[in-house]
């Protein structure tokens, strides 16, 4: 507001948050104000106190609808809104129009007209968008990895919690990088520094949570990483638009994990873009960057006046500790890397996880090719069953069960068996006699980010869903399927089975 009015005489814009002084807020209201912006809360509360006084407002704007109500803020907006005369025009700028918003078009607006400034999605079509399917390293790794072979001026890493803000802030910072993390739960003045911080290149990365980076312009953001998948497509959008702003062009890389490729699909459709799958660079890339970026420091350094005075220490060292200039250059080196190794030892494990998932789609080739189209027939005598620590109770349900164990451990859906879902463990049928490398990773699959603790079951287990009783107790047919325990049963519906599984009723 103060940039748009700069030209206009007298204009007085005032903000209010929390955070701030609510007195000096206060202070300034007293002397007058054509524009108050100001957050919910604290508007809320200087009304309550008769400092803000709405009744000669002409025109009352509620920015970003959509998320001011998706954070809980209904409540706040609907009584400030009350407060403001019926005269005042009434405008609201939303980025979707979820039912929420379109009740309060219904109620405080008069006759509104409905403008559509979208047109096609310039932020999407200036962000070059790609994703890696995390596999082999953890996504920590992966972060370093990208951040130090991609060419970034200054990026955003999106996460979903405020303690994995810090956490990766913090653990990116241990490694060299220069990063801070960015939460709902930092002072406001913190905040407005940790920005000023990265416009000035005083840091590089901001490791934030959606709802603090809604807004941010910093021209130096060249990348946008999504640590985590946002929950709705709404949010990619609006956290890939950090970059690629005011004509500059970005980049939006996504680290999805297999089980959550569906919703990748979904952002893609929705947007009407299609991601490109990448590989991370192997970690001997990672640290021919690193000598790389170490050198074009050096040859920056090599004229400076200042290093005279270490010449003369070089000889020194090499007296006392009786090395060579060759070693102890390395010795400096070796400590000047830190936990940034300018060379590896050992093989990369994403090679083995590369090699893996060729052989799985390899495997899956052949096992359609010689299947013909037609699925395996199993009987119970071919199938072991195994309890994982999971169910109901960690918010699991059957689909999930079922797309864990085919995109983890590579089978199709025709080798998982029946699966009886419980409270708190969940039983599945899988092949008999799997391969030791499949069963390996059996033991370590997780599902919704839980481990399962796989355990193979001894002895028979009932996979039936339990029989409702009649009035006489006596046991009759299947109960509907509104409640209790949910099945999955392979053979149901024949070629075109549902993998959703059946809910029932747990016995009387």
Known sequence: MKSLGQNISGLKVLEIYGGASIVDQMRALRSGAHIVVGTPGRVKDLINRERLQLDEVHTFVLDEADEMLKMGFVDDVTWIMEQAPETAQRVLFSATMPPMVKQIVDRFLREPARI??????????????????????????????????????????????????????????????????????????????????????????????????????????????????????????????????????????????????????????????????????????????????????????????????????????????????????????????????????????????????????????????????????????????????????????????????????GLEKQFIGSIKLATEHTYVQLPKKMPKEVLGQLRKLRIRQKPTDAQLVEGHVNMEPPRRRNNNGERGGRRDNRGGERRFNRDRGGERRSFRGERRHAEA
């Open 116 to 409: 559509d400034v979208a047109g096609s999605n310039r932020t999407v079509e200036k962000v070059e968008q790609q994703y890696w399917v995390v596999k082999g390293v953890e996504k920590d790794e992966a972060m370093t990895r990208l951040l130090e072979t991609e060419e970034t001026d200054a990026s955003i890493v999106f996460v979903r919690t405020r303690q994995d803000t810090e956490r990766l802030a913090d653990w990116l910072s241990a490694r060299g990088f220069k990063a801070a993390a960015l939460h709902g739960d930092i002072p406001q003045s913190l905040r407005e520094r940790t920005v000023e911080h990265i416009k000035r290149g005083v840091i590089d990365i901001l490791v934030a949570t959606d709802v603090v980076a809604r807004g941010l312009d910093v021209p130096r953001i060249t990348h946008v990483f999504n640590y985590d998948i946002p929950f709705d497509v709404e949010s990619y959008i609006h956290r890939i638009g950090r970059t690629g702003r005011a004509g500059r062009n970005g980049k939006a890389i996504l680290l999805v994990r297999t089980n959550q490729i569906r919703m990748l699909r979904t952002i893609e459709r929705v947007t009407q873009t299609r991601m490109e799958e990448i590989q991370l660079p192997l970690r001997d890339k990672v640290a021919e960057a690193r000598l790389s970026g170490l050198a074009a420091d050096l040859e920056q350094q090599k004229e400076a006046e200042s290093l005279d005075a270490f010449v003369g220490l070089i000889e020194k060292l090499q007296e006392q500790i009786d090395v060579d200039a060759p070693t102890l250059a390395a010795m400096l080196l070796q400590r000047q890397q830190g936990k940034r190794p300018l060379f590896y030892t050992g093989p990369d494990p994403l090679i083995a996880a590369i090699e893996r998932d060729n052989q799985r789609r390899e495997r899956r080739r052949e096992e359609r090719k010689n299947d013909g189209g037609n699925r395996q027939k199993y009987n119970a005598a071919d199938w072991d069953t195994y309890q994982l620590q999971v169910g109901r109770e960690q918010g699991v349900q059957v689909k999930d069960i079922v797309g864990a164990i085919a995109n983890e451990l």
